[in-house]
């Protein structure tokens, strides 16, 4: 199985900083990968697939980089409707998420 | 406009079953793959179990193989998930999720979720 470990696990923030996630893999993935944000009492929504494109609608703020076991994604600059939380997934081998990284106000 | 509304959810003892089930509209059904994901409330997300589009190949986490089956009606445009001997541990909102494509099968769509809580 091909575990995803995110880091860090919590990040505090002010509006306006570079925000950014890592997802590393256990093994390599490619570019198999895409992340999620996702709001307390809502469903994950997708920002980035295939490790760099951007979902369709998704500001241009988010960015995703990385190939084969080491991925970030990059907030440029902060919006207060970024406060959330952030899942990487892979879907080269089944599907596995990330722990997920927690966005808050600093 | 895609919706996917999951229904079934309830309390339930441990050992019973349960079937959840998914509504699909504003897409062409019977063309794509579709998930199940949970989330333990206040937790991560946890992949489940996925269905081809004519249901030829389906697969299942190991946390629940052997005891959730998978199925799809593509007529009445709906996603099943069977629960059978459930344990507390199973407890969890449980998604339906629409693959964007076979090539790119990441979740593009998802549904809201419907609670399942496994107690005595």
């Known amino acids: 199985d091909i575990q995803l470990t995110q880091s860090p696990s919590t990040l505090s923030a002010s509006v306006g900083d570079r925000v950014t996630i890592t997802c590393r893999a256990s093994?390599?993935?490619?570019?198999?990968l895409a992340w999620y944000q996702q709001k307390p009492g809502k469903a994950p929504k997708p920002l980035i697939y295939?490790?760099?494109s951007l979902e369709s609608g998704v500001p241009s703020r988010f960015s995703g980089s990385g190939s084969g076991t080491e991925f970030t994604l990059t907030i440029s600059s902060l919006q207060p409707d970024d406060f959330a939380t952030y899942y990487c997934?892979?879907?080269?081998?089944?599907?596995?998420f990330g722990q997920g990284t927690k966005v808050e106000m600093k | 406009e895609v919706q996917l509304v999951e229904s079934g959810g309830d309390l339930v003892q441990p050992g019973r079953s349960l079937r959840l089930s998914c509504a699909a509209s504003g897409f062409s059904f019977n063309d794509y793959a579709m998930h199940w994901v949970r989330q333990i409330p206040g937790k991560g997300l946890e992949w489940v179990s996925g269905?081809?589009?004519?249901?030829?190949?389906?697969t299942y986490a190991d946390s629940v193989k052997g005891r959730f089956t998978m199925s799809r009606d593509n007529a009445k445009n709906s996603l099943y998930l069977q629960m059978n001997r459930l344990r507390a541990e199973d407890t969890a909102l449980y998604y339906c999720?629409?693959?964007?494509?076979?090539?790119?099968?990441?979740?593009?769509?998802w549904g809201q979720g419907t609670l399942v809580t496994v107690s005595s």
């Open positions: 269905i081809s589009r004519n249901s030829g190949s389906i």
């Open positions: 295939k490790a760099s």
């Open positions: 093994q390599s993935i490619s570019y198999w």
């Open positions: 997934q892979q879907f080269k081998s089944y599907w596995t």
């Open positions: 999720a629409k693959e964007y494509d076979s090539s790119i099968p990441y979740f593009e769509y």
